[in-house]
């Protein structure tokens, strides 16, 4: 079980990371996205040292994990109302929309959120979408599958959205090996 004070410090930190890297753009465009940070650029970044910056951040992963929940609050945040009528699929694509939104509007966005190991917040997206379904007439199997699918096809489309585009050989004259003879 999770101490209630460590989830308040996540909490707390999740708000931090949420005000230096959405608001003030560190991820976004100061710092040159997900491969270019580290603590030390961080640390350069908000002027203090970096021993300062690890006391609060443990390392990379904790401060990834401290984004993908402030990226996901902004998910949940955006859900509409549960619809009155109906089974809630409508519901739900109108839900992974604003999982989609919320990734999109963050330079490495779906990188950060489908790397994080311990985001709460992404297990809150997944219960309030389940819960929805099942208050909707789905069963709590069906409806799991149905929020595991949906968010795993969300989240695997925005990293191709967010991708770079592949490299485009520069000389046509080299053939690409066996394969070139189809």
């Not at 949420?18 to 100061?30: E, K, P, S, T, W």
């Not at 950060?112 to 789905?138: C, K, N, P, Q, W």
């Amino acid at each position: 079980m999770v101490d209630d004070d460590v989830v308040a410090v996540a909490g707390v930190l999740a708000e931090g990371l949420y005000q230096l890297f959405v608001v003030d753009g560190g991820v976004d465009d100061g710092v040159g996205g997900l491969d270019a940070l580290t603590l030390r650029v961080l640390a350069a970044r908000l002027g203090v040292q970096a021993p300062t910056l690890y006391w609060h951040v443990k390392n990379k992963a904790a401060l990834l994990d401290g984004l993908a929940d402030a990226f996901m609050d902004e998910a949940i945040a955006a859900l509409p109302a549960p619809p009155s009528e109906g089974d809630g699929r409508e519901w739900l694509l109108a839900a992974l929309g604003q999982l989609r939104a919320a990734m999109l509007r963050h330079r490495d966005g779906a990188r950060i959120v489908s790397g994080a190991r311990y985001s709460m917040r992404r297990g809150d997206f997944s219960e309030r979408a389940m819960a929805t379904l099942v208050d909707h007439g789905v069963d709590l199997r069906r409806a799991r599958l149905l929020v595991l699918a949906g968010e795993r096809y969300t989240v695997g489309w925005i990293l191709e959205e967010q991708s770079p585009a592949p490299a485009i050989p520069t000389s046509t004259s080299r053939r690409c090996g066996p394969a070139s003879r189809w």
